[in-house]
T-cell receptor, first 116, second 110 residues
Framework: ETGVTQTPRHLVMGMTNKKSLKCEQH?????MYWYKQSAKKPLELMFV???????ENNSVPSRFSPECPNSSHLFLHLHTLQPEDSALYLC???????????????FGEGSRLTVL | RKEVEQDPGPFNVPEGATVAFNCTYS??????FFWYRQDCRKEPKLLMS???SGNEDGRFTAQLNRASQYISLLIRDSKLSDSATYLC???????????FGGGTRLMVKP
Protein backbone atom coordinates (compact mmCIF):
# COMPACT_ATOMS: atom_id res chain seq x y z
CA GLU A 1 0.00 0.00 0.00
CA THR A 2 1.69 3.15 -1.20
CA GLY A 3 1.55 6.42 0.73
CA VAL A 4 1.41 8.27 -2.57
CA THR A 5 -1.62 7.70 -4.77
CA GLN A 6 -1.99 8.75 -8.37
CA THR A 7 -5.05 8.95 -10.57
CA PRO A 8 -5.83 7.99 -13.19
CA ARG A 9 -3.55 4.98 -13.55
CA HIS A 10 -4.05 4.96 -17.31
CA LEU A 11 -5.03 7.77 -19.64
CA VAL A 12 -5.46 7.92 -23.39
CA MET A 13 -5.94 11.33 -24.92
CA GLY A 14 -5.91 13.05 -28.26
CA MET A 15 -3.56 15.89 -29.04
CA THR A 16 -6.30 18.48 -28.65
CA ASN A 17 -7.63 17.22 -25.33
CA LYS A 18 -7.16 18.78 -21.92
CA LYS A 19 -6.72 16.39 -19.03
CA SER A 20 -5.18 16.39 -15.56
CA LEU A 21 -3.18 13.94 -13.51
CA LYS A 22 -3.68 13.94 -9.77
CA CYS A 23 -1.32 12.97 -6.97
CA GLU A 24 -2.00 12.79 -3.25
CA GLN A 25 0.46 11.92 -0.52
CA HIS A 26 -0.50 10.75 2.95
CA UNK A 27 2.98 10.87 4.46
CA UNK A 28 3.07 14.39 5.87
CA UNK A 29 5.85 15.38 3.47
CA UNK A 30 6.48 18.92 2.32
CA UNK A 31 8.06 18.35 -1.07
CA MET A 32 6.39 16.85 -4.11
CA TYR A 33 7.73 16.05 -7.55
CA TRP A 34 6.66 15.11 -11.04
CA TYR A 35 8.92 12.75 -12.98
CA LYS A 36 8.57 11.44 -16.53
CA GLN A 37 9.68 7.91 -17.38
CA SER A 38 9.89 7.05 -21.06
CA ALA A 39 10.90 3.70 -22.47
CA LYS A 40 14.67 3.20 -22.58
CA LYS A 41 15.33 6.57 -20.91
CA PRO A 42 16.19 7.57 -17.32
CA LEU A 43 13.63 9.17 -15.09
CA GLU A 44 13.44 12.84 -15.93
CA LEU A 45 12.61 15.38 -13.24
CA MET A 46 9.92 17.77 -14.42
CA PHE A 47 8.82 19.88 -11.47
CA VAL A 48 9.60 20.27 -7.77
CA UNK A 49 7.35 21.84 -5.18
CA UNK A 50 8.64 22.63 -1.71
CA UNK A 51 6.05 23.83 0.83
CA UNK A 52 3.63 24.46 -2.07
CA UNK A 53 6.11 26.68 -3.88
CA UNK A 54 7.54 25.60 -7.21
CA UNK A 55 11.29 25.46 -6.83
CA GLU A 56 12.27 23.71 -10.03
CA ASN A 57 10.97 23.64 -13.56
CA ASN A 58 13.33 21.45 -15.49
CA SER A 59 12.81 23.10 -18.89
CA VAL A 60 9.44 21.48 -19.31
CA PRO A 61 7.26 22.63 -22.24
CA SER A 62 4.33 24.83 -21.32
CA ARG A 63 1.85 22.20 -22.48
CA PHE A 64 2.54 20.67 -19.05
CA SER A 65 1.24 22.87 -16.25
CA PRO A 66 1.68 21.85 -12.60
CA GLU A 67 -0.47 22.95 -9.69
CA CYS A 68 0.14 22.42 -6.01
CA PRO A 69 -2.78 23.70 -3.91
CA ASN A 70 -1.33 22.31 -0.66
CA SER A 71 1.49 20.10 0.54
CA SER A 72 -0.55 16.93 0.07
CA HIS A 73 -1.83 17.41 -3.45
CA LEU A 74 -0.15 17.88 -6.78
CA PHE A 75 -1.68 18.11 -10.22
CA LEU A 76 -0.27 18.01 -13.71
CA HIS A 77 -2.53 19.69 -16.25
CA LEU A 78 -2.06 18.48 -19.81
CA HIS A 79 -2.98 20.44 -22.92
CA THR A 80 -2.23 19.91 -26.62
CA LEU A 81 0.24 17.14 -25.99
CA GLN A 82 2.31 15.38 -28.63
CA PRO A 83 2.62 11.64 -29.22
CA GLU A 84 6.20 11.78 -27.87
CA ASP A 85 4.74 12.85 -24.52
CA SER A 86 3.42 9.33 -24.09
CA ALA A 87 5.15 7.99 -21.00
CA LEU A 88 4.71 6.98 -17.38
CA TYR A 89 4.30 10.04 -15.18
CA LEU A 90 5.43 9.44 -11.64
CA CYS A 91 4.63 11.58 -8.66
CA UNK A 92 6.90 11.46 -5.62
CA UNK A 93 7.18 13.09 -2.23
CA UNK A 94 9.87 13.60 0.38
CA UNK A 95 10.53 15.51 3.54
CA UNK A 96 11.43 19.00 2.36
CA UNK A 97 15.09 19.79 1.95
CA UNK A 98 16.40 16.41 2.99
CA UNK A 99 15.75 14.42 -0.17
CA UNK A 100 19.36 14.95 -1.08
CA UNK A 101 20.64 13.82 2.28
CA UNK A 102 18.60 10.67 2.60
CA UNK A 103 17.78 10.14 -1.05
CA UNK A 104 14.42 8.80 -0.12
CA UNK A 105 11.68 9.68 -2.50
CA UNK A 106 8.35 7.92 -2.13
CA PHE A 107 6.79 7.32 -5.51
CA GLY A 108 3.24 6.73 -6.55
CA GLU A 109 2.48 3.90 -8.97
CA GLY A 110 2.35 6.31 -11.86
CA SER A 111 -0.09 7.42 -14.51
CA ARG A 112 0.55 5.80 -17.87
CA LEU A 113 -0.28 8.33 -20.55
CA THR A 114 -0.82 7.58 -24.23
CA VAL A 115 -1.23 10.49 -26.63
CA LEU A 116 -2.80 9.60 -29.95
CA ARG B 1 30.48 11.93 -19.28
CA LYS B 2 26.80 11.64 -18.46
CA GLU B 3 25.73 12.74 -14.97
CA VAL B 4 24.85 9.18 -14.04
CA GLU B 5 25.57 6.23 -16.29
CA GLN B 6 24.67 2.57 -15.98
CA ASP B 7 24.96 -0.52 -18.16
CA PRO B 8 21.34 -1.25 -19.11
CA GLY B 9 21.92 -5.03 -19.16
CA PRO B 10 20.08 -7.30 -18.92
CA PHE B 11 22.22 -9.30 -16.57
CA ASN B 12 20.94 -12.87 -16.72
CA VAL B 13 22.15 -14.94 -13.77
CA PRO B 14 21.13 -18.27 -12.21
CA GLU B 15 19.68 -18.45 -8.72
CA GLY B 16 22.38 -18.43 -6.09
CA ALA B 17 24.85 -16.50 -8.20
CA THR B 18 26.66 -13.36 -7.16
CA VAL B 19 26.19 -10.40 -9.46
CA ALA B 20 27.53 -6.86 -9.41
CA PHE B 21 26.75 -3.72 -11.37
CA ASN B 22 28.53 -0.41 -11.50
CA CYS B 23 27.33 3.13 -11.90
CA THR B 24 29.55 6.03 -12.90
CA TYR B 25 28.81 9.64 -11.99
CA SER B 26 30.22 12.93 -13.17
CA UNK B 27 29.82 15.22 -10.16
CA UNK B 28 32.98 14.72 -8.12
CA UNK B 29 31.48 16.76 -5.26
CA UNK B 30 28.65 14.29 -4.66
CA UNK B 31 28.69 13.04 -1.08
CA UNK B 32 25.87 10.52 -1.04
CA PHE B 33 24.53 8.00 -3.46
CA PHE B 34 21.55 5.71 -3.63
CA TRP B 35 20.33 2.53 -5.22
CA TYR B 36 16.65 2.24 -6.06
CA ARG B 37 14.87 -0.87 -7.21
CA GLN B 38 12.06 -0.80 -9.76
CA ASP B 39 10.02 -3.91 -10.44
CA CYS B 40 8.35 -4.32 -13.79
CA ARG B 41 5.45 -1.87 -14.17
CA LYS B 42 5.93 -0.64 -10.60
CA GLU B 43 7.30 2.50 -9.02
CA PRO B 44 10.95 2.87 -7.91
CA LYS B 45 11.69 2.24 -4.24
CA LEU B 46 14.80 3.06 -2.24
CA LEU B 47 16.97 -0.02 -1.79
CA MET B 48 19.98 1.38 0.01
CA SER B 49 22.12 4.44 0.55
CA UNK B 50 25.87 4.74 0.08
CA UNK B 51 27.88 7.18 2.14
CA UNK B 52 31.67 7.35 2.46
CA SER B 53 33.04 3.84 2.02
CA GLY B 54 29.94 1.71 1.56
CA ASN B 55 26.95 -0.04 3.02
CA GLU B 56 25.85 -3.63 3.57
CA ASP B 57 22.35 -4.93 4.12
CA GLY B 58 21.97 -8.67 4.13
CA ARG B 59 22.81 -10.01 0.68
CA PHE B 60 23.27 -6.52 -0.73
CA THR B 61 26.50 -4.54 -0.56
CA ALA B 62 27.02 -1.09 -2.03
CA GLN B 63 30.50 0.31 -2.47
CA LEU B 64 31.79 3.75 -3.41
CA ASN B 65 34.99 4.43 -5.32
CA ARG B 66 35.57 8.17 -5.23
CA ALA B 67 38.81 8.12 -7.16
CA SER B 68 37.18 6.50 -10.17
CA GLN B 69 33.77 8.06 -9.52
CA TYR B 70 31.66 4.98 -9.48
CA ILE B 71 29.44 3.09 -7.10
CA SER B 72 28.69 -0.60 -7.25
CA LEU B 73 25.93 -2.87 -6.06
CA LEU B 74 26.76 -6.48 -5.24
CA ILE B 75 24.03 -9.04 -4.74
CA ARG B 76 25.01 -12.37 -3.23
CA ASP B 77 22.99 -15.59 -3.41
CA SER B 78 20.58 -14.16 -5.98
CA LYS B 79 16.90 -14.95 -5.59
CA LEU B 80 14.23 -15.03 -8.27
CA SER B 81 12.62 -12.11 -6.47
CA ASP B 82 15.72 -9.99 -7.06
CA SER B 83 14.72 -9.71 -10.72
CA ALA B 84 14.15 -6.00 -11.25
CA THR B 85 15.76 -2.87 -12.62
CA TYR B 86 18.30 -1.25 -10.30
CA LEU B 87 18.56 2.51 -10.54
CA CYS B 88 21.61 4.46 -9.46
CA UNK B 89 20.78 7.89 -8.04
CA UNK B 90 23.00 10.88 -7.31
CA UNK B 91 21.91 14.18 -5.71
CA UNK B 92 22.85 17.52 -7.17
CA UNK B 93 25.12 19.87 -5.24
CA UNK B 94 22.26 21.66 -3.54
CA UNK B 95 20.76 18.39 -2.40
CA UNK B 96 17.32 19.28 -3.65
CA UNK B 97 17.22 17.15 -6.77
CA UNK B 98 18.09 13.59 -7.53
CA UNK B 99 19.47 12.48 -10.89
CA PHE B 100 18.55 8.95 -11.88
CA GLY B 101 20.59 6.63 -14.04
CA GLY B 102 18.89 4.65 -16.78
CA GLY B 103 18.93 1.52 -14.66
CA THR B 104 20.41 -1.95 -14.95
CA ARG B 105 18.03 -4.79 -15.52
CA LEU B 106 18.66 -8.00 -13.61
CA MET B 107 16.97 -11.29 -14.44
CA VAL B 108 17.52 -14.18 -12.07
CA LYS B 109 16.68 -17.56 -13.62
CA PRO B 110 15.81 -20.80 -11.84
Amino acid sequence: ETGVTQTPRHLVMGMTNKKSLKCEQHLGHNAMYWYKQSAKKPLELMFVYNFKEQTENNSVPSRFSPECPNSSHLFLHLHTLQPEDSALYLCASSQAAIAGATGELFFGEGSRLTVL
Amino acid sequence: RKEVEQDPGPFNVPEGATVAFNCTYSNSASQSFFWYRQDCRKEPKLLMSVYSSGNEDGRFTAQLNRASQYISLLIRDSKLSDSATYLCVVPNNAGNMLTFGGGTRLMVKP
